[in-house]
């Protein structure tokens, strides 16, 4: 099994900046893709920012120019830049991840416990 852990998380105020991690442990063969789902308080889950292995990004609207998702495939882990946070940016951020744990094993989706981001006004 893969196991995703986060950090960075924490209260920042309103325009300031906020770096998160994400670290892949456990039964890894292959990670494809990864990236940043967040959720906020009686709302969906949604995308925020995911890479694939070779490099390829993907944001949603409401982050774009303002968030900046990297990867060290060496690493396993996925880093998540949060530049200019505003109040509605406040949710808690799950890592994704897509993976092989073995040779033998299909790709299978896993996730995070997640890590809480306030921003205040």
């Known amino acids: 099994q893969v196991q995703l852990v986060e950090s960075g998380g924490g209260l920042v105020q309103a325009g300031g900046s906020l770096r998160l991690s994400c670290a892949a442990s456990?039964?890894?063969?292959?990670?494809?893709?990864m990236g940043w789902y967040r959720q906020a308080s009686e709302k969906e889950r949604e995308l925020v920012a995911a890479?694939?292995?070779?490099?390829?990004?993907n944001y949603a609207d409401s982050v774009k120019g303002r968030f900046t998702i990297s990867r060290d495939n060496a690493k396993n882990t996925v880093y998540l830049g949060m530049n200019s946070l505003k109040p509605e940016d406040t949710a808690v951020y799950y890592c994704?991840?897509?993976?092989?744990?073995?040779?033998?094993?299909?790709?299978?989706?896993?996730w995070g416990e997640g890590t809480l981001v306030t921003v205040s006004a």
């Open positions: 456990g039964s890894i063969f292959s990670i494809n893709v």
């Open positions: 994704y991840a897509q993976a092989k744990a073995s040779r033998w094993t299909r790709i299978k989706d896993y």
């Open positions: 890479i694939t292995s070779d490099g390829s990004t």
